[in-house]
């Protein structure tokens, strides 16, 4: 019993640490369903077309990551090595560095809307309606990157709870304007992205406020150098998994969408509900890199394998809860989007399989992060691509092609394809996890 009582107080202690963090992806959930739901009120073809825009300017997002990444390994490690003014140089860089790789992402994106909403939905409508959303969204990229290189450098010195105010205080952004600007401004779609890609600036500006006093050492932008390179080599294949995963989505979503309209407008409220479910594992994964980041810079390797683990237990435990509740409640939300009768049942069928494998996306998170944070981005960035494209992409391409099944059983067909893939990547990563991370881990700063 003493060794069990030790265990729980240890999951309680990292409890205490992340839940800022739990709470702040869950807003950023809940705001996405806000918009949806505003959405929804225009009709399906509306939903439908602000899923197909926001998996493109998810696609996008991936330049954001390599500096995301960076940040978030090499500041928490500069913290655990007591070196604030490392810390200060590699987010500053970073920054500046960011903003204006989002911003030439955004311009080039802009004019070549149509023709990529087009590759990922085979609906002249639909893509018609997402390439609207999209341009109106894309603007806030150079926002968003600039809140996340902030929120990385945040979360790598565990100051949780400012990352859970500017998020909130973005949301409420987001939350405000959908409404005016959809509705009362006439905008439609157009509104909605509008919305979101202010609320971006706002919680950059947010984590501006008096941060050298809040985080110990100073974010400002400064002019990228070699302390931005590193971060860039080092997060670059995180982006890379990123870039393919997002272009796993869309070949996910493209087969999704030849099992109908009503298929992928059930993915698109599925997903968005889900998103609430697995944002305890996104808070994990960062919080692992930043708990196992600063350990392994104190030279702590041991400590940081066990930290790891426990907080790999957590996430396991919590994404296991969360499935629960998205069983509970699948009966009953997708119908709070005023869709058709079609459509809320088989976001109802999404929701069950998506909990099945929720506990397993838990391990994804926490061990990708925990081997981040140690130092090695390209093992998980190897796991995660090869595991996506074989165990979901590949059937889903399939069933979509051959036709297989018709009916409900097609995208069923396709969900089980996303359980699989999840299931087989979380048992690989603990593999290497458990037996090899004193091989992966390398401490980046002295």
Not at 3 to 29: D, F, H, K, Q, T
């Amino acid at each position: 019993m003493g060794r069990v009582a030790e265990e729980l107080r240890s999951y309680l202690a990292v409890l205490r640490e992340s839940w800022p963090l739990i709470i702040a992806e869950s807003i950023g959930s809940i705001a996405w369903l806000v918009d949806t739901f505003f959405v929804s009120l225009l009709g399906d073809i509306a939903v439908a077309g602000v899923g197909a825009g926001g998996y493109g300017s998810w696609l996008l997002g991936a330049f954001n990551t390599p500096f995301y990444v960076g940040v978030m390994v090499l500041a928490s490690q500069a913290i655990g090595a007591r070196a604030p003014d490392k810390a200060s140089r590699v987010t500053g860089e970073s920054l500046a560095a960011a903003v204006f790789l989002s911003a030439s992402a955004a311009f080039v994106a802009y004019f070549i809307a149509d023709e990529f909403m087009l590759l990922l939905t085979s609906d002249p409508v639909t893509a018609s309606t997402a390439s609207i959303y999209l341009r109106a969204r894309v603007w806030g990229l150079p926002g968003l990157s600039a809140f996340l290189v902030l929120d990385a450098a945040y979360r790598a010195a565990k100051k949780n709870r400012d990352i859970l105010y500017a998020s909130l205080i973005s949301a409420v952004t987001n939350a405000v304007l959908d409404p005016i600007l959809i509705f009362y401004e006439g905008m439609g779609v157009r509104g909605a992205g509008i919305a979101t890609a202010t609320s971006f600036y706002v919680g950059t500006a947010t984590l501006l406020v008096y941060p050298r006093r809040r985080l110990g050492f100073s974010p400002w932008p400064r002019p990228p150098r070699g302390d931005a390179a590193r971060s860039l080599t080092l997060g670059l294949p995180a982006f890379a998994e990123r870039l393919l995963m997002n272009s796993a989505h869309g070949f996910y979503i493209g087969a999704i969408s030849r099992c109908g309209s009503d298929a992928l407008a059930a993915q698109t409220i599925g997903v968005r509900i889900e998103s609430i479910a697995f944002m305890p594992g996104f808070a994990l994964n960062t919080y692992a890199s930043s708990v196992v980041g600063q350990l392994i810079g104190a030279g702590k390797l041991e400590e940081a394998k066990e930290e790891g683990w426990r907080i790999t237990k957590v996430a396991f435990l919590m994404m296991a809860l969360a499935g629960g509740a998205l069983v509970a409640v699948s009966p009953y939300v997708p119908y709070l989007f005023g869709v058709s009768e079609e459509v809320a049942h088989l976001s109802m069928v999404y929701l069950f399989m998506a909990a099945a494998s929720e506990p397993f996306l838990g391990l994804v998170f926490a061990l990708t992060g925990g081997i981040r944070g140690a130092g090695n981005t390209l093992v998980p960035t190897a796991v995660n691509t090869a595991g996506i494209y074989l165990f979901r992409v590949a059937p889903s391409v399939a069933i979509a092609a051959l036709h297989p099944f018709s009916g409900v059983a097609c995208p069923i067909a396709i969900w089980a394809a996303m359980d699989a893939d999840v299931i087989a990547r979380s048992l690989i990563l603990a593999i290497v996890y458990r037996r090899g991370l004193e091989r992966l881990a390398r401490r980046l700063v002295s």
